[in-house]
């Protein structure tokens, strides 16, 4: 009898080195910014504002670094500038609507990498 691991190598849903788990991990941290993405659509003080920052600047980080793994280095860049607008560290400050509109395609493109990432993920 083989151990749960090796069975799943062999069926190919996971590679020896636990690559599954990466891309489980990385789509998880992509789809939990863009849940606070949309979440800051709604009324909150400053420090949920803050938050969001922090999770969506990382969530476009993972995104950016998945996208350079499987070799589409414009949307990594894309992401990458999506982040530096999101930095907590030096922050931008955009009136409320624009930061509706940064929230949502925030969101929608953080989405869209957390499906290619368990879709696909890097080859």
């Keep these: 009898m083989k151990g749960p691991n090796v069975e799943a190598v ?15 991990a990385s789509a998880a941290i992509v789809g939990l910014a863009a849940l ?21 600047s990382v969530g476009l980080g993972v995104a950016g670094a998945r996208m350079i793994k499987s070799g589409k280095a414009v949307l990594a860049i894309g992401f990458a500038v999506g982040a530096l607008l999101f930095n907590p560290i030096a ?12 929230d949502v395609s925030a969101a929608v493109a953080l989405l869209a990498a ?7 993920g890097p080859e």
């Design 10 to 24: 062999e069926r190919g849903s996971v590679d020896a080195s636990g690559r599954a788990g990466a891309e489980w």
């Design 91 to 102: 922050p931008f400050f955009f009136a409320r609507g624009t930061w509706r509109v940064l």
């Design 36 to 56: 606070v993405a949309l979440g800051a659509l709604a009324r909150h003080g400053t420090g949920y504002f803050t938050v969001t920052r922090w999770a969506v």
């Design 114 to 120: 957390a499906g290619a990432i368990m879709r696909k």
